[in-house]
């Protein structure tokens, strides 16, 4: 089969690949009825984060159960299955605990931009829909994978609660989310910062109730000014730069929640940042696997539909161009169909 291997900074190519095959009895094999490109996807692409050989690409997925091994027992072939961007056991105390991508046995899943993927440990990883999905609810099913359940864990990280005022910060497929996030939560008023209007469009479809263009200094003052000088009950970091960071911090009420769900690259707090700022901070790679059963039913109940973020489709043998339009902003989250 043809896949999507990452060679270097903007290099991407739709080659040749072997096939996936049941390496261990706690693997599946799905054929995948859409995948696509992640913002985290970018950071190798630009060259920030350095691949030091050919790299298969891919953490986002659903499809069509192909193969079990011989201990996977929880789905099985024929079935439409979800899965995490991170493998998990779901048994270890950790997944117990809620927190599936710190599995003690965990493996990552990064070859998903393919017609097909091997998933390890399926049993605890991959969870099922109720029936075949409608066509239309195929890209909102596969937010799931990643980037709806990241914007629900930094909601759910920050605590977000009914009647709250909410600041979310980054303007991404994520951001986005968690703004569709928090507005499921009940928060009253929610606080976009962003500078894209098309974005900005989508976060009032999703719940934002104010946006902020301005940044730094000037954005703390503005999200104090609509706040009467109190700060956000709770902000959501969305972006993973410093810069991103400091804004959420100094946006938060004192004893307010921050979370952060943006792939951090050279954010660095010190003690004074933290012991005078009077925040509660959480936040990592989202425990998507956590979520999934939630998130399944809102969507499958038309609940919710976060599949809006894709505003590009494409077949996946253009993947290139699909990581060209990410890069340059002119999409804000591209789904790939095999």
């Known amino acids: 089969m043809k896949g999507t291997v990452l060679y270097g900074p903007r290099d991407v190519r739709f080659e040749e690949r072997d096939a996936p095959t049941i390496a261990k009895p706690t693997d599946a094999i799905i054929r995948i009825s859409a995948t696509c490109v992640c913002g985290s996807d970018l950071w190798p692409y630009r060259g920030i984060s350095r691949v030091a050989k050919p790299t298969p690409m891919g953490h986002e997925y659903c499809g ?23 493998a998990s ?18 493996e990552g899943v990064s070859t998903a931009q393919a017609p097909r993927l091997r998933v390890p440990l399926a049993e605890g990883t991959l969870v099922a829909t109720p029936d ?3 066509a239309d609810l195929l890209p ?14 930094a909601a759910d990280a920050a605590n977000v ?7 979310v910060v980054g ?20 606080i976009a910062m962003s500078r894209n209007p098309s974005r900005q469009k989508l976060a009032q479809e999703f719940g934002a109730t104010d946006i902020v263009t301005e940044r730094g200094d000037e954005g703390v003052a503005r999200i104090k000014e609509l706040t009467n000088g109190v700060g956000a009950d709770s902000a959501l970091e969305c972006v993973g730069t410093p810069e991103s960071m400091m804004q959420a911090l100094r946006s938060t ?47 499958w109940n038309r609940k919710i539909d976060p599949g809006k973020v894709f505003d590009l489709t494409l077949p996946l043998d253009q993947v290139a161009e699909a990581y060209r339009a990410m890069d340059e902003r002119r999409a804000v989250k591209v789904l790939l169909r095999p």
């Open 64 to 86: 069509v159960v192909e193969e079990v091994g011989s201990a996977v027992a929880s789905v099985k072939p024929g079935q439409f299955v979800i899965g995490s961007f991170f």
């Open 89 to 106: 056991d779901n048994t270890c105390p950790h997944c117990r605990a809620g927190y599936q991508t710190s599995c003690q046995h965990k």
């Open 132 to 134: 075949m999905p409608p």
């Open 140 to 153: 909102s099913l596969l937010t799931l994978s990643d980037v709806m359940g990241t914007g629900w864990f």
């Open 161 to 167: 609660q009914p009647g709250k005022t909410v600041v």
């Open 171 to 190: 303007d991404g497929a994520v951001g986005l989310l968690a703004v569709l996030s928090a507005k499921q939560m009940g928060a009253a008023r929610i």
């Open 253 to 299: 009420r004192p004893g307010g929640h921050a979370s952060y769900v943006g792939v951090p690259h050279g954010v660095a707090l010190t003690g004074d940042d933290l012991f005078w700022g009077h925040v509660h901070l959480h936040g990592g790679p989202a425990p998507v696997r956590r979520y999934l059963p939630e998130l399944i039913a809102l969507v």
